[in-house]
Every structure is written in structure tokens, then in C-alpha cells.
């Protein structure tokens, strides 16, 4: 069968019109944000946030984020917070999600927050994604656009291999740059909560905003029900931090891990230099190559645990239990 990638299409005037015009329409359009691609929708609308669980094969316990295009629109739907001030000054627009209030009769769909009392807003920096956004003069909700469990897409093509032709408007923004999903902070107490690690890091809050950064109890079901242990999940077994390889398996390896010249198998390097951010930009397109490969394991070479490491490291736990 001949593939047809017709529904990926550059940002131009024509395609920001006909993504507006789907929204408004209760459909579906993946988009490109600075993390990973999204697939979005009109957060009031309940049968188009509907379609993304069905498409997605998302559980229904499991919230999406709302994606606004400045701090006002935020707050016409959640209440704001001491913190929450703060670390949308520091940090928004970027890939920082934060949990707070919602306000009553806010008009989100009860699907988007799972019947929550609270909800997640993300202000992301692209430009294409925020004109999109203000056209609707609505917030966009948007999971990553990849199945449940599956491999975040950090490229259109990435999402055309999840979706196919089931999504009528990729659009091509090119590959993504932070690499993985945005920083999730409970920040409706006095102290910010990490729920989820990603390229915002504790210490990036800790230092901008002066403020004790708590970490979220890594399984509970209240706090971020999509936290499921089990996620990214590759095809093929995954052995995090090793360095023990043999013919069955391909490697990713960092910095001067990496395995012998007489390794025939397939070795990508997230980042030569040792750099965790550009470590993370390549995480998941490296992860969706070698799970082509012939191999039967994917041996990850030990990766530090601080700054953004401890996001990879979260990723990559969460994909090494696919089999448990
Ligand atoms: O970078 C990102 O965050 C990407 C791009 C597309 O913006 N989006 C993304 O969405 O990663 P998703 O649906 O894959 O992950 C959303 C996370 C889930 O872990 C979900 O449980 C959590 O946000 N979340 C959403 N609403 C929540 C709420 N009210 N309370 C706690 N966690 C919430
Ligand atoms: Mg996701």
C-alpha cells in the first residue's frame, strides 16, 4: 500500500485557516509545540474531546492540558495563585504545565479535567500553535499525539505513524525542540508540587522563583492520575542504565558510552558532547529508531541524574517495565 502523507501540511495562511475552521468544527488538528506534537481540540467541546480519548485510546480518568496563549486566558478558567503568578512571569510562554483551581462554570469540557476540580494550563512557545489559539480565542486542549502508552512524536511523521491518515491536519512545524512533555507543577499550594519531571527543572524554579520545590508521590493516582508507571513504551525490551551489550541488541549510549568497534548491531549517541538538553531533544526519535531495528533489546547507556537527566531517566523507567 502506497502511503499518503496528504495531511501534513506547512504553516501557511491557507493551513492556519483551514485548522481554525476544523476546531470550530469539533475536529481534530496535531500540532507542532515546543516539547512534542499535540493533538488538539476546542477544550469547550465535549464531542470533539471525546474523539481524542477514542483516537488516542486514552483512559477517561486521564486529564489533558489546556493550552492558552497568554496568562489572561489562563485565568478566565482557573484561579489564580501567589505561585502560580510567579511562575507564569518566569517561565510562561514555555514548557511548564500548572495545575490550579478551576473556576466554576468555566465552560471546559468535563471530559478535558476527567470531572477534576482542577486544571491544567500550558502556555507553549510557538508561534503557530499561539496564532491558532488566539484565532479561536479558546483554549486548545492537547495530549501528545501519539496512542496511549505509546512513544511521545517529536516530528509530523511521527504522529502520521500513530494516526495515519485518521487526523485530516498534521501541521509541520518540523522537529520539536525541547524533546520531551512539558514540566507538570501542582501550583496551587504555597509550595510548588513537580507531578511531572521534564525540561523545566526544580532547580530552574528553585533559582528564578526563590521558593522550596516539592516532588508530587510518584504513584498517586489524586495528585496526577496520567502518571501511569507504565509508558513510551518501545516494542522491544529496554535495559536502562547498562553497558552490557551482545548480538541481540542495539544501543543508545551517551557521551563516551558507547559500544566497541566491533559492535555490529545499530548505536545512536543521545548527545556526543554529554549535553542533557540535547540528550532529551533526541530521546524519543532515537528510542522510535532503534525500535525498528532488528534487535531484540534496546540497551540505554546510564545517563546522570540531574537536571533534565532526571526527566530522561523518568521517561526511560517508565519504558523499561513494558514487560513487567
Ligand atoms: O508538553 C506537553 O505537556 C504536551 C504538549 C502537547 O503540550 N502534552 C502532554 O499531554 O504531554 P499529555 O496528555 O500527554 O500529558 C498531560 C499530563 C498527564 O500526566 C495528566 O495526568 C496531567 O498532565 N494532568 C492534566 N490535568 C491534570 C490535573 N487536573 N491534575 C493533575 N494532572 C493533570
Ligand atoms: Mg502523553
Known amino acids: 500500500m502506497t502511503e499518503n502523507f496528504s495531511n501534513i501540511k506547512i504553516p ?3 493551513v ?3 485548522a481554525t475552521e476544523i476546531l470550530l468544527k469539533d475536529g481534530l488538528v496535531a500540532f507542532p509545540t515546543e516539547t512534542v506534537y499535540g493533538l488538539g481540540a476546542d477544550a469547550t467541546s465535549k464531542t470533539a474531546i471525546f ?3 477514542q483516537l488516542k485510546n486514552r483512559p477517561k480518568i486521564n486529564p489533558l492540558i489546556c493550552h492558552v496563549a497568554s ?3 489562563a485565568y478566565r478558567y482557573s484561579i489564580e495563585t501567589e505561585i502560580s503568578n510567579l511562575l507564569v512571569n518566569a517561565f510562561w510562554p514555555g514548557p511548564l504545565t500548572l495545575i490550579l483551581n478551576q473556576k466554576n462554570n468555566s465552560g471546559i469540557s468535563k471530559l478535558v479535567t476527567a470531572e477534576l476540580d482542577s486544571i491544567a494550563m500550558r502556555y507553549p512557545k510557538n508561534k503557530i500553535f499561539e496564532k491558532i489559539i488566539n484565532r479561536l480565542d479558546k483554549p486548545i486542549a492537547a495530549p501528545s499525539a501519539n496512542i496511549s502508552g505509546n512513544i511521545s512524536p517529536t516530528t509530523p511523521m511521527h504522529v502520521f505513524e500513530e494516526f495515519n491518515n ?16 512539558s514540566t507538570v507543577v501542582d501550583a496551587r499550594g504555597r509550595n510548588p508540587i513537580i507531578l511531572r519531571h521534564g525540561p523545566i527543572t526544580a532547580e530552574m524554579i528553585e533559582n528564578k522563583i526563590k521558593c522550596k520545590v516539592l516532588l508530587g508521590t510518584e504513584n498517586s493516582s489524586i495528585e496526577s492520575p496520567g502518571q501511569l508507571l507504565k509508558h513510551y513504551s518501545p516494542k522491544k525490551n529496554i535495559i536502562i542504565n547498562s553497558m552490557e551489550y551482545d548480538e541481540q541488541s542495539c544501543f543508545l549510549g551517551f557521551k ?5 568497534s566491533n559492535f555490529k548491531g545499530i548505536a545512536l549517541n543521545l548527545s556526543i558532547n554529554g549535553d542533557l538538553n540535547e ?3 533526541n530521546l524519543f526519535k532515537m528510542l522510535r529508531i532503534l525500535d525498528k531495528s532488528n534487535s531484540k533489546n534496546i540497551i540505554v547507556a546510564p545517563i546522570p541524574n540531574k537536571g533534565v537527566g532526571i526527566a530522561i531517566n523518568d521517561k526511560l523507567m517508565r519504558a ?5
Do not use: C, R
Request: aromatic share 2%; net charge negative; charged share 30%.
Open 51 to 53: 474523539s481524542i480519548y
Open 256 to 260: 563516551n558510552i558507547m559500544p566497541d
Open 16 to 18: 492556519i485557516n483551514e
Open 71 to 73: 496568562k489572561e486566558m
Open 166 to 181: 485518521k487526523i485530516k491536519l498534521i501541521i509541520d512545524g518540523g522537529e520539536t525542540e525541547k524533546g520531551i512533555e
Open 320 to 324: 523499561s517495565l513494558q514487560n513487567e
Open 279 to 281: 540528550a532529551a531533544t
Open 12 to 14: 501557511t495562511n491557507e
